[in-house]
């Protein structure tokens, strides 16, 4: 139990500075997509860029980096099928269940099986949305990139930027407990 009560500096350095770039995240898509799509499509922008954030957010830089790049490359694969998909054919529950198929052959033949998930995941919530917004379905995987897009670097930056002023602060508390 005391072990649970036990947070580091570190720990609380984390947690905030992953909220900070949760909320940095979330206002530069709904800020950059104020005005060009409908508000709940704004909303949604936000709340996707805010989870891509979430997702490559980790407790070192390089897996920061590697995350990012797996959430890209799921993405990439993801928005390249509801893309064609959107642009001959309206949404169907067959038509995104032939699309989690495909995308997950695809995800094994790059060697990535361990991003099929995150790679359905987004297929998902791309169909699904394009069904709620059929007029503009094929808006919607172009969307949902950039906000990943967005999300990525702000998570990436944000840990970086975090971690280096965290070791930077800790050096410093060495160097004058040292004097």
Known sequence: MKRLLALS???I???VSMAIACLISY?????ALSGVVANDDKVLGGLW???ATVFVYRDS???SWSAGGAR???TCVSFAL????LIIVPFTPLGMALLLGIGTVVMMLLGRRDDIVTTGITTAVVMVVAAMNPLDAWLQPLLRLIDTVVGIAVGIGCKWIGSFVFDRYV???KQSSLI
């Open 13 to 15: 350095a984390y947690s």
């Open 49 to 51: 860029a805010t989870a």
């Open 72 to 74: 890209f490359i799921a």
């Open 171 to 173: 050096a410093e508390r």
């Open 61 to 63: 830089r390089e897996r």
């Open 9 to 11: 500096a570190w720990d």
């Open 27 to 31: 206002q530069i898509m709904t800020h």
């Open 82 to 85: 509801c893309l064609l998909y």
